[in-house]
């Protein structure tokens, strides 16, 4: 049953995943074919967004990122987990109350994320574009930039690490409610697998400090 409902929701996504790719595809092409059209063609250019975009930008994508992506990982394990043990919890009620630690090992993914974004903020600070107009040159400050991209690069690790921990965990965590329903000495043995892929989170959280260490916005003005 649960495998089901993953492929069920795997297929679901996966349209949805082509059908934004395409509507970003057009409107990238478009935007290009309209930028030639009326001779606008030096512009489209990566560099120039990547060096003219706010460093706010990519740090506020970041955080919600990291936030927005985790909380679907949760979501995503708490749903798997929670249908194994309604659906167990039916002919064995004795499961339900020590499988609901699954259910918490789902939960603490969404706060891993919710941590990081609170790291992150701290790194908000303001900044001026141009601090001497005599020497501003039109572009950021190289140190603005880098804390942004660090903070967007951040949020990402942080949260496809948990999307991919609470399905991880949700998965281990159905299988463990539907054992534990045929055999109460299985539960701790597959407690300790669940354990293992919860710390898949936790990998993500460290490399992302790491990613953002020492950065903050304004700290070179």
Not at 177 to 204: H, P, R, T, Y
Not at 212 to 218: D, F, H, P, R, V
Request: glycine letters at 14%.
């Amino acid at each position: 049953g649960s495998l089901k409902c993953v492929l069920t929701m795997g297929s679901s996504l996966s349209y949805w995943f082509w059908g934004i790719l395409i509507l970003l595809s057009t409107l990238f092409v478009g935007v290009g074919v309209w930028m030639c059209i009326t001779g606008q063609s030096y512009r489209f250019t990566f560099d120039e967004f990547l060096l003219t975009t706010s460093p706010y930008m990519w740090a506020s994508l970041g955080v919600s990122t990291a936030i927005a992506v985790s909380v679907v990982g949760a979501a995503w394990g708490i749903f798997l987990t929670g249908s194994s043990i309604l659906g167990g919890g039916v002919m064995a009620p004795r499961i339900k109350t020590k499988n609901l630690i699954s259910i918490i090992f789902c939960e603490a993914v969404a706060i891993y994320g919710i941590i990081l974004a609170i790291v992150f903020s701290n790194s908000f600070k303001t900044y001026e574009m141009h601090p001497d107009p005599f020497r501003y040159s039109g572009d950021i400050p190289s140190g603005d930039l880098q804390t942004g991209y660090a903070m967007f690069g951040g949020g990402l690790t942080t949260g496809f690490c948990n999307l991919v921990c609470g399905i991880c965990v949700g998965i281990v965590g159905s299988g463990a409610a539907l054992a534990d329903a045929q055999n109460s000495s299985l539960f701790v043995k597959i407690l300790v697998v669940e354990i293992f892929g919860s710390a898949i989170g936790l990998f993500g959280i460290i490399i992302a400090i790491i990613q953002t260490q020492g950065q903050e916005l304004g700290k070179n003005d």
